[in-house]
């Protein structure tokens, strides 16, 4: 797939996996679903992104905390030059 990002749900999926020690996790290109809307490259990938995760590591912690862990790992796909827009997280 190629995306003008190079922002792929695998590329996102491994870092999670490397980060957060995942017992589950999916991840979900929407970017088509958004072309014409803000944060979009055109490309109709790699900008808005669903996340679904389970991780020991949310164990005991609030929602805002789970999503927080998620936002840290993804930070330089988030922070970089045209790069994720929009991430909608579900925390198992």
Request: aromatic share 4%; net charge neutral; charged share 25%.
């Amino acid at each position: 797939m190629s995306t003008g990002t190079g922002i792929t749900a695998e590329a996102l999926r491994q870092r999670l996996q490397e980060r957060l020690s995942p017992t589950q996790v999916e991840v979900l290109d929407e970017s088509a679903a958004h072309l014409g809307h803000a944060g979009q490259d055109g490309t109709g990938a790699g900008t808005h992104f669903r996340v679904r995760i389970a991780s020991p590591l949310f164990a005991g912690k609030p929602k805002v905390a789970r999503h927080r862990l998620v936002y840290d790992a993804l930070r330089d796909y988030i922070d970089r030059d045209h790069g994720v827009h929009a991430l909608a997280i579900e925390t198992l």
